[in-house]
């Protein structure tokens, strides 16, 4: 299995907070995604980074920021949290991108907002 | 608006029966595509994946999928399913062949009856 860390894995909040989930992996792959996860939508791109400061955003990025400092470490905050912003997160990395190579995903952070 | 949309929310089926899941894209360029699947709390392991060439794709755990052009189709299909199937898949293609941008489908959840 890639060698990827989701951190917290479970986190209830309140409306309002802010809230910083970490992707963090061992395989030194240069690109990580953040996706959200919802019935009947699948997965959704919010944000992705291609290096170190280097980010572009996804489908749904309205609410979130991401920082990557570190080729290991992929930040995604949402600074003042609603209740929309309930879901499964998901980070995933890739080697490289062109030639269709797939991406591997962490375990998910469950995160309620109430 | 480019899409990946897969007909089934969910699919009964009894063990050993075959099984057959759709996935249908719009995209007016060549793709890349995906089949991935999701055990419960676990993150996204990628089944198999079609970049070129022949159309009939084999992964692992005894799935394949044949891509179709004139159809924008890449249906996924298991000749015997086990109860260990049971789970979540999702087709997800790239469809600018960007590399780093996947847009997945709704999810079809497979239950395996014994």
């Known amino acids: 299995d890639a060698g990827i860390t989701q951190s917290p894995r479970h986190k209830v909040t309140e409306t309002g907070t802010p809230v910083t989930l970490r992707c963090h992996q061992t395989e030194n792959h240069r690109y990580m995604y953040w996706y959200r996860q919802d019935p009947g939508h699948g997965l959704r791109l919010i944000h992705y980074?291609?290096?170190?400061?280097?980010?572009d955003k996804g489908e749904v990025s309205d609410g979130y920021s991401v920082s990557r400092s570190k080729t290991e470490d992929f930040l995604l905050t949402l600074e003042s949290a609603t209740s929309s912003q309930t879901s499964v997160y998901f980070c995933?990395?890739?080697?490289?991108?062109?030639?269709?190579?797939?991406?591997?995903f962490g375990d998910g952070t469950r995160l309620s907002i109430l | 608006a480019q899409s990946v949309t897969q007909l089934d929310s969910q699919v009964p089926v009894f063990e050993e029966a075959p099984v057959e899941l759709r996935c249908n894209y719009s995209?007016?360029?060549?793709?890349?595509l995906f089949w991935y699947v999701q055990y419960p709390n676990q993150g996204l392991q990628l089944l198999l994946k079609y970049l070129s060439g022949s159309t009939l794709v084999k992964g692992i755990n005894g799935f394949e999928a044949e891509f179709n052009k004139s159809q924008t189709s890449f249906h996924l299909r298991k000749p015997s399913v086990h109860i260990s199937d049971t789970a979540e898949y999702f087709c997800?293609?790239?469809?600018?062949?960007?590399?780093?941008?996947?847009?997945f489908g709704g999810g079809t959840r497979v239950l395996v009856k014994p």
């Open positions: 980074s291609y290096g170190v400061k280097d980010t």
């Open positions: 995209s007016s360029v060549s793709v890349y």
């Open positions: 997800a293609a790239d469809l600018l062949r960007t590399g780093n941008k996947l847009t």
């Open positions: 995933a990395i890739s080697s490289e991108t062109g030639g269709g190579q797939p991406q591997h």
